[in-house]
């Protein structure tokens, strides 16, 4: 059968191609097949209103996930904390390739530590979560809505639009603007978004026998990929940040809050006693522990709760929705405006 190059979909921002282009190799080096980028304009790309305002960062999945179900493109690369806790019928998270830094950092220029940035300060998100917990600090500087790509957020530090930004630390490592990073923010202060610093690899769901004769549809049986699924998560996926990534995506689906709210969660898998946090060898996840901590915040700050468990890696979504279930309890719901 002849090799085609595989066709990965991605994004056209700086990032995307730079998350996407380093996949590429991976693929490439362990696959020994020619890999080629087939960039996707989305609707998040092209408009300039408030993400919030166009159905969330969802809108920079939809078209890379069509292009997936019309067999144009064989994987796509998204970042995981814009992706959508639901998976399409039709597509499979195949992998989650070994996670970056999880934390936020701060930009700013002036050199002033969130700690020293006073009443006076305006910082810059575009992030209700971030912008929630800065508030919820209480150090009384004024949170002002940006968006941009990365390169834009910065620039407006450096021309003194804002004083600050908070960024991942993940994105500017991507694109090799750790130089601009001021302070790392430990998740005490900000608690990531579930999924920061991870990458998703998509693929349309075929039959592990080979291009599917027991499926309907024109274009079933145009994929040579069959087990593309497996193939991609045998030389993509990391057992580690696989579980913690499924454990935050747990809470995130069950406090149903979507990408945009003003929530944050990290798992850490624990070097649990007498196992191996990685794997077995077999690319199933040991029996180990796993920490998962959440917040949710009222939008404007006023409040936020924070709580942690810990419990069983070998059911990472179990521990995500007990923690949503506590948090929902306790009110978080009321807490962020949506009931
Ligand atoms: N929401 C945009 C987005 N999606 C992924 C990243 C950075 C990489 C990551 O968090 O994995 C960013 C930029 C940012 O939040 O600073």
């Known amino acids: ?43 998040g790309d092209r408009s300039q209103v408030a993400i919030s305002q166009i159905g969330g960062t969802g809108v920079f999945v939809s078209a890379l996930r ?7 493109i064989d994987l796509a690369v998204h970042s995981l904390k814009d992706l959508p806790t639901a998976t399409p019928a039709g597509l499979v998270l195949a992998a989650v390739p070994p996670r970056a830094d999880t934390r936020d950092v701060l930009v700013s220029p002036g050199g002033r530590t969130l700690a020293e940035l006073g009443p006076d300060a305006r910082v810059g998100t575009g ?13 009384g500087f004024e949170v002002v809505p940006i968006r941009g790509n990365v390169d834009t957020r910065i620039k407006k530090a450096i021309d003194g639009e804002v004083d600050a930004v908070v960024l991942a630390h993940a994105g500017l490592a991507r694109l090799d603007r750790l130089d601009a990073v001021t302070e790392v923010i430990p998740p005490e202060v900000i608690l990531p978004a579930p999924g920061q610093g991870a990458l998703a690899i998509e693929c349309a769901r075929t039959s592990a026998a080979g291009p599917a004769s027991d499926q309907a549809g024109p274009d079933r049986g145009r994929g040579i990929d069959g087990g593309l699924a497996e193939l991609l998560r045998f030389v993509l996926d990391d057992a580690s940040s696989s579980v913690a990534v499924r454990a935050e995506r747990a809470f995130l689906a ?10 944050g969660a ?16 077999d690319g199933a996840p040991a029996v180990g522990g ?7 915040s009222a939008p404007d700050g006023g409040r936020v709760l924070r709580r942690e468990l810990t419990g069983s890696a070998v059911d990472p979504e179990a521990l995500g929705q007990r923690l949503a279930d506590e948090l929902l309890s306790a009110g978080a719901h009321t807490l962020m405006g949506t009931s």
């Open 1 to 43: 059968m002849a090799r085609r190059p595989l066709r990965l979909g991605t994004r056209r921002s700086a990032l995307a191609l730079a998350q996407s282009g380093q996949i590429a190799e991976t693929l490439r080096a362990r696959l020994g097949r020619p890999v080629e980028l087939v960039e996707i304009v989305t609707e």
């Open 66 to 72: 069509d292009a997936l179900l019309a067999g144009e």
């Open 127 to 139: 992030s209700p979560r971030r912008a929630a917990q800065l508030r919820a600090l209480g150090h």
């Open 254 to 263: 069950g406090i149903e809050a979507g990408c945009t709210a003003p929530v």
């Open 266 to 281: 990290l798992a850490q898998v624990l070097p649990g006693a007498g196992s191996h946090p990685d794997t077995r060898g």
């Open 290 to 296: 796993i920490r998962l901590r959440a917040v949710v």
